[in-house]
Structures are given as structure tokens and as C-alpha cells.
């Protein structure tokens, strides 16, 4: 099972709301992202989780929360959206061996989920 | 990391070989060349990486210039479901990152034609 699965595939919110987009591995990858890509640009990291643990944020906004709950599971809690945050949400997770990122640690994404704030 | 130069967009025929080209001039000794690919309504897609040498794999070749200055990603035979965005990045390898921090480009749009 080479998959990352994300739920939901597409989401619209209001920007009173609280929602939450999960992402799921079965690879036994230890290190864990969250991307975001508006149209047409390239993805922008926000988070990065090594062996559950929040290891790098993007200074992303306090809205978005990030949450690894096991090693399998990646969640980002949204509350508070604006509309400029509407943009496809990517995760993606890979393998990581001890301290560090070695070169052959690819990353798998999943294909996203895409959040349209009203 | 080094900052990369892709064209934004290139046309090649379904079945010929399609050479993506990829200008890092500030690259240094110690970063890595990815290639990552972004098929329309999924995620990215890992291709090949290398550093010094030329690399090959089931998906593409990657031909690296002797100064590290540039590089080519081949696909020999390109296909419909080749139409992509190709992103090539450039990362520096520390053992003790505290994340595979990938930062991509703007990248070049391809379209394979039949």
C-alpha cells in the first residue's frame, strides 16, 4: 500500500465554521506534511511532523491547527477561515530513518483535499 | 536552497522523447536535484533525484551538467498521461533537518499531443 488518502475530497465552509481534513498512510512513514496550493501556483509547505511531533511551521496562521494523533493519522483543524483561504490542501508523509532526512526519503502526496471558504 | 529556472511551458508529441530543462546556477556541493511531476487534480508525484551523476529509473533519466549548473529530466517516450506540471527542486542534504523541506518552483507546464 504505496496510497496517502485524504478526506474529504472537497469541502465548503462558512467562515464561522470549524472543520478538520484528515489524511491517512499505512507505509510506516514516520515524517508527516501539509502542504497548501492555491490555482495555478506551486504547493507551500505549512507543517512538517517527525515521529508525531511537530518539527516545522511555516508561520502559518493560529486558524489552521495541525494535529498527529498516531503515526498513521494526520489531521488539520480549521476554524475561523477566510476566503483567501481557499486553495487545495495537500499531505504527504515519508519514510525517515533516526535523526534527520536522508536524500532517498521521497515524499508520497495524496490527491488533496479542496476547501472553498465562503 | 538553490533557486531553480524552469521554461513555464512546452509542447512535445505523444511517443517522441520530451527534455525538460532546469537552470540551478547557485547550486552547491551538497544539494541534491529533485524532480517531482503534478497531473492535473492529484498530488505530486515523485520522479527521480540525483546529485553528481547522470540517473536512471523506470520513469525517466535526469542528466546532470558536469559544473551542477543545470540539468535535463528525460522522458523517453512520452505519453498522453505525461501531460504534467514538472517541478524541479534543488535541496540541501542535513542530517539533522528537521524536515524533508521541499520547496517547489513555479515549474514548467507540459502538454503531449498526440
Known amino acids: 500500500d504505496t496510497e496517502v488518502t485524504q478526506t474529504p475530497k472537497h469541502l465548503v465552509m462558512g467562515m464561522t465554521n470549524k472543520k478538520s481534513l484528515k489524511c491517512e498512510q499505512h507505509?510506516?512513514?514516520?515524517?508527516m506534511y501539509w502542504y497548501k496550493q492555491k490555482a495555478k501556483k506551486p504547493p507551500e509547505l505549512m507543517f512538517v511532523y517527525s515521529y508525531e511531533k511537530l518539527s516545522i511551521n511555516e508561520s502559518v496562521p493560529s486558524r489552521f491547527s495541525p494535529e498527529c494523533p498516531n503515526s498513521s493519522l494526520l489531521n488539520l483543524h480549521l476554524h475561523a477561515l477566510q476566503p483567501e483561504d481557499s486553495a487545495l490542501y495537500l499531505c504527504a508523509s515519508s519514510q525517515k530513518r533516526g535523526q534527520g532526512f536522508t536524500t532517498n526519503e521521497k515524499l508520497f502526496f495524496g490527491s488533496g483535499t479542496q476547501l472553498s471558504v465562503l | 536552497d538553490a533557486k531553480t529556472t524552469q521554461p513555464p511551458s512546452m509542447d512535445c508529441a505523444e511517443g517522441r522523447a520530451a527534455n525538460l530543462p532546469c537552470n540551478h546556477s547557485t547550486i552547491s556541493g551538497n544539494e541534491y536535484v529533485y524532480w517531482y511531476r503534478q497531473i492535473h487534480s492529484q498530488g505530486p508525484q515523485y520522479i527521480i533525484h540525483?546529485?553528481?551523476n547522470n540517473e536512471t529509473n523506470e520513469m525517466a533519466s535526469l542528466i546532470i551538467t558536469e559544473d551542477r549548473k543545470s540539468s535535463t529530466l528525460i522522458l523517453p517516450h512520452a505519453t498522453l498521461r505525461d501531460t504534467a506540471v514538472y517541478y524541479c527542486i534543488v535541496r540541501v542534504w542535513t542530517p539533522r533537518a528537521a524536515g524533508n523541506k521541499l520547496t517547489f518552483g513555479g515549474g514548467t507546464r507540459v502538454l503531449v499531443k498526440p
Open positions: 507505509m510506516g512513514h514516520r515524517a
Open positions: 540525483g546529485l553528481k
